[in-house]
């Protein structure tokens, strides 16, 4: 599957070290290789949302949204946020829009 990154995104990625950081370029690596959905591990679809998802990385989580195009699905990561900003109100309202 094809992905991008938001700007928001790559910051939090570049303050990632070790392991963490590892696991998050292990996870878009297997993104990139998946052919749907089903094969991208610790992938959950948000309640409530309209095509945003979750990855578990660790003790980070991925959201992204998905988008439908002619030519195929593509992914666009949003945020990168640790496990007690997840599900923060402010989080939640930048994915609402």
Not at 16 to 39: H, I, M, R, T
Not at 52 to 64: E, H, L
Not at 80 to 85: D, I, N
């Amino acid at each position: 599957m094809r992905y991008r990154i938001s700007k928001e995104f790559g910051r939090a990625l570049d303050k990632l070290s070790g392991k963490e950081l590892k696991q998050a370029l292990n996870v878009l690596d297997s993104v990139e290789k998946a052919d749907n959905l089903l094969q991208i591990g610790n992938c959950k679809k948000l309640v409530g949302y309209e095509n945003v998802y979750r990855i578990r990385i660790g003790s980070r989580r991925a959201f992204f949204t998905l988008h439908i195009e002619v030519v195929g699905e593509l992914l666009f990561f949003r945020y990168l946020v640790s496990r007690g900003q997840a599900y923060d109100k402010a989080i939640e309202k930048k994915l609402r829009k």
